[in-house]
């Protein structure tokens, strides 16, 4: 009788730990599909280009000798790659020239992506001088504006971490509602080799700012 009572306990326990554990999961699901925002994907930003390339194959040992700044970007921290839709900042109030300062623009002066503002050979996107730069919005925040920029001609993204000063302003768009297509014509003339374009999304639903480094190759 005391054997088949604890056989019915252990039984229940075994039940409730089963709906605990599945519950947690489906929070776990839940609230990173409620958390995902998005970043550059065409061309793609250093994050993405990682984690489309090397997020199903992370354990290649080639990838330190193939692709060695994703690599090093997933050696400081693997979020950056798993995490790439998360790269914001909070409360800047437009604020982003004044508040992060020159050598962390590809991070956005988020501490937990400082490794895409080391410089050294990106991954580059062959382009042409104009071009559709597509934002992936997954969160459906819509946007207040999207500025593009595009590093002056000279600029050497192998030696030199991103400053305010190598960059122009290209394009400064109007508001886009959400889920609507971001699909945004970018000119950048006089440009050849490696590049990068930079932008800053100002989320309309929070007061989020997203920051995002794309290395493309013109010419």
């Given amino acids: ?35 995902a925002h998005g970043t550059a994907t065409s061309p793609a930003a250093r994050q993405y280009s990682c984690w489309e390339r090397w997020g199903g194959d992370h354990m290649n040992p080639d990838m330190a000798t193939e692709d060695p700044m994703c690599y090093q970007a997933f050696q400081t921290n693997a979020n950056t790659m798993w995490s790439w839709m998360s790269l914001l900042r909070e409360g800047m109030q437009g604020q982003h020239e004044q508040r992060i300062p020159d050598n962390r623009l590809c991070s956005g002066g988020n501490a937990e992506y400082t490794s895409l503002d080391e410089p050294g050979d990106w991954h580059t996107t062959p382009l042409s001088n104009n071009f559709t730069l597509h934002y992936e919005d997954q969160a459906r925040h819509g946007a207040d504006y999207y500025w593009v920029y595009v590093t002056r001609q000279g600029y050497d993204a192998t030696t030199d971490a991103l400053d305010w000063g190598d960059l122009e302003r290209v394009v400064e768009t109007g508001v886009y509602q959400p889920g609507q297509a971001v699909d945004i014509p970018v000119s950048a003339p006089g440009r050849t080799g490696h590049h990068v374009v930079y932008v800053v999304w100002q989320a309309s639903h929070f007061d989020q700012t997203f920051y995002s480094c794309s290395d493309v190759s013109f010419g």
């Fill in 1 to 35: 009788m005391h054997s088949s009572r604890t056989k019915r306990a252990r039984s229940l326990l075994l039940a409730f730990a089963a709906v605990v554990l599945a519950s947690a999961s489906a929070l776990f699901f839940t609230a990173q599909s409620a958390s």
